[in-house]
């Protein structure tokens, strides 16, 4: 019953902000690690930003490193993606995902959402 909800996507001129938003549930939110990925027509699906259980690490790709952030508040169930300076090239379905641990931290499984389109155009 684990379910990941997206929201927060929609159109953004070059140069604008969204923010993403993940709500979790079905499992104990504290021992998923969360990512954001996405995949625009044509491209393979590709891992954007991600952060650790207690939100202590993060990891950006190239592409999108000092525009995005990602941040959790674990009190909510809730991880975020803070996107600015977009640019037409962050056009993509955007795809949330909880690495599940098990109480051992030996063995985990992922989960993903259905995803929120972000369009960035002029």
């Known amino acids: 019953q684990v379910q990941l909800v997206e929201s927060g996507g929609g159109l953004a001129q070059p140069g604008g902000s969204l923010r993403l938003s993940c709500a979790a549930s079905?499992?104990?939110?504290?021992?998923?690690?969360m990512s954001w990925s996405r995949q625009s027509p044509g491209k393979e699906r590709e891992l954007v930003a991600a952060?650790?259980?207690?939100?202590?690490?993060?990891n950006y790709a190239d592409s999108v490193k000092g525009r995005f952030t990602i941040s959790r508040d674990n009190s909510k169930n809730t991880v975020y993606l803070q996107m600015n300076s977009l640019k037409p090239e962050d056009t993509a379905v955007y795809y949330c995902?909880?690495?599940?641990?098990?109480?051992?931290?030996?063995?985990?499984?992922?989960?993903w959402g259905q995803g929120t389109q972000v369009t960035v155009s002029s």
């Open positions: 995902k909880a690495r599940v641990y098990s109480v051992a931290s030996v063995a985990y499984r992922d989960y």
């Open positions: 952060i650790t259980i207690t939100g202590g690490g993060t």
């Open positions: 079905g499992f104990t939110f504290n021992t998923g690690a």
